[in-house]
Each structure stands twice: as C-alpha cells, then as structure tokens.
C-alpha cells in the first residue's frame, strides 16, 4: 500500500506540472494589458519608459517560459507570489477564502450522500414502481437543472413572496457556527442537490446489476433478510462505482462552487476567481489552479485507496 501511495504521488507530479502550464499559458495568451490592473487609470498618464519600468520589476517581461520557471520554483517553495491588485501574497489570500469553499463542498457532498444513495437502493429494489419512476424524475430534473438558475430562484422568489433575502454578509464557522450553518444551508442544498442526481442514478443502476449475481439469490435462498442480504452484501459491492464517481464530481463541486458563491455573496475562492480573472491578476488565477488541481489530485488518491476497503478482492501491493 505504502509503495502505491508513493507511485501515485509521483504520478501526480506531471499532472499537475500540465495543468499549471496550460493555464500559465492560456491566461497569458488573454486580450488586454496585464498593466490596467496594475497602474489603473492612472496607465494613460503613465509615459511609456515607467510603464516598462513596471513591468519590468513585475518580471512581465521576461519570456515566458523564464516566467513560469520561477513560478514553479515558487510553488516547490510554498511560494505562490503575489497579487498584482493589491500586492498581498497569494498564499494568504486563498488560505483566507479556502475554508469557505472547503464547508460549502463538504456540506454539499454530505447532502447529496445523504439523499442518493438511499433513494437510489429504494429505487433499484422497488424497479418499476411508482417510487421508482418518481426518484429517477427528480434525479434527471437535479441533473438538468443549472445551479444559477437554482440559486437566482432560491434568491428571487422568497424576495417576493416573502419579502425576504439571504443575508449578504458572511459569518465565520468559528465566530458564529449557527449562523453560519444557516447562511451556508441553501447554497449547500442547492449545490447538493445536483449532484445527488448523478449519484443516485449510478447506485440504482449497480444496485440492479449486483442485485441479479448468482451470490444474491443464493443469499437470498438461505433465508438471510432482506435489509441484510442489500446492506451488507449487494450495497457494499455496488459502491465502487459509485466512489468513483463521487471522486470525479469533486471538480465538479469546484465548478459548482464558483457560481454559488458568487450568487449568494460567499467569500470563498470561486468568488476570489472571478475577481482575478476580471483584473487579469495572473499570480492568484495560477494560485488557485495549483490548489484546485492538488485538491481533485489528492481526492483521486483517496478513491483509488478505498477501493480495497469496498472489495477485498482489491489489493494494492
């Protein structure tokens, strides 16, 4: 196990080397002048030689891939730079908005878990049912729906019908953990709610396939109950698929994250990524690739791991 782990991380090294190039590269290649979030509006009185000179102390001018060499050499560091906006380091800046996005993930994943994975066991042993026709709607209508539409209606409707909106200003788990449950409850369900979709749908769909194998019905021959014969024997197997695919949706819940906050005034890193990509503020748009890409890197690694727990049949030597 303890060689895997290594052979992983290893592995993960070019991924994220990829990664954090592509982006290097793409945010560079971007219209516009990197200058305006520097200078402002103060650029168009700037004469040309100070605008150079700038540019020059920022390491603008350098080739490209000079620049991302000292980038990377930051990063094995810990050093991520700092913001072109407000010359604050970049480390501090996502250090401060991470816990945000980390609840707002966590809180989502335990939701959806919360509702897939039994109504998606309920659907698969009551196939064609009423119930079952009703928990595969409401998943395909969770897929569907797009999680702004969801947020700008959870925002919207209670306005008018109740006169009532969600408070735009945050509190911090540690200063006020009731408030703060409460102000991060909808956003949480909302993006919850998606993706409950798509793991409901894949534990209904291996709960039927393990539910027909020959080691079923042989269970079910002996007389064993049936909660025993599902729970122990049939859910446990069909959970593989089903932690992998909770493994992939962690981008999404990244992705997902970016929208929410933003509606519902989060001060978490989609909120913090939107405001670098609207001030081309490269060093913190890199930053955050470099976490967001460590984060689904590392998650992979868990699922790869906790496969040997769900299937003894697994093993990783």
């Known amino acids: 196990m303890q060689n895997y782990i290594i052979r992983r991380i290893l592995l993960a090294i070019p991924t994220l080397l990829i990664a954090s190039s592509l982006v290097f590269i793409m945010i560079r290649m971007a219209p516009g002048d990197v200058m305006l979030t520097v200078l402002g509006e103060s650029m168009a009185n700037t004469p040309n030689?100070?605008?150079?000179?700038?540019?020059?102390?920022?390491?603008?001018?350098?080739?490209?891939?000079v620049q991302y060499m000292k980038f990377i050499a930051g990063v094995t560091r810990g050093d991520l730079g700092k913001s072109l906006r407000d010359k604050t380091p970049v480390r501090d800046e996502i250090k401060d908005k991470l816990p945000v996005t980390i609840e707002l993930?966590?809180?989502?994943?335990?939701?959806?878990?919360?509702?897939?994975?039994?109504?998606?066991?309920?659907?698969?042993?009551?196939?064609?049912?009423?119930?079952?026709?009703?928990?595969r709607s409401i998943a395909v209508a969770g897929i569907s729906l797009p999680s702004f539409w969801l947020g700008t209606l959870a925002i919207i409707l209670p306005a008018i019908w109740f006169h009532k909106i969600p408070s735009v200003v945050y509190t911090s788990l540690m200063?006020?953990?009731?408030?703060?449950?409460?102000q991060m409850a909808l956003p949480a369900l909302i993006l919850g709610t998606l993706l409950a979709g798509t793991v409901m749908r894949i534990t209904r769909t291996m709960m039927l396939e393990v539910m027909r194998q020959d080691y079923i019905r042989t269970a079910m021959a002996k007389g064993l109950h049936e909660k025993v014969v599902?729970?122990?024997?049939?859910?446990r197997n069909a959970l593989i698929p089903v932690v992998t695919v909770l493994g992939l949706q962690v981008a999404f819940l990244i992705g997902g994250t970016v929208v929410i906050e933003n509606i519902f005034s989060l001060p978490g890193m989609g909120r913090l990524f939107i405001e670098a990509l609207n001030w081309r503020?490269?060093?913190?748009?890199?930053?955050?690739?470099?976490?967001?890409?460590?984060?689904?890197?590392i998650v992979n690694i868990i699922v790869d791991i906790s496969y040997g727990f769900l299937d003894p049949r697994i093993r990783y030597s």
Do not use: C, M
Not at 175 to 182: A, E, Q, R, S
Not at 281 to 297: E, R
């Open 281 to 297: 503020d490269y060093p913190v748009i890199q930053g955050l690739n470099v976490v967001v890409a460590s984060w689904v890197v």
């Open 230 to 235: 599902i729970y122990r024997h049939a859910l």
């Open 105 to 135: 993930a966590v809180l989502a994943l335990l939701w959806s878990l919360v509702i897939a994975i039994p109504v998606g066991v309920i659907s698969a042993i009551r196939q064609d049912t009423f119930l079952d026709y009703l928990f």
């Open 49 to 65: 030689k100070d605008i150079e000179q700038v540019r020059h102390d920022l390491g603008l001018d350098a080739p490209i891939h």
């Open 175 to 182: 200063d006020d953990p009731f408030t703060n449950i409460k």
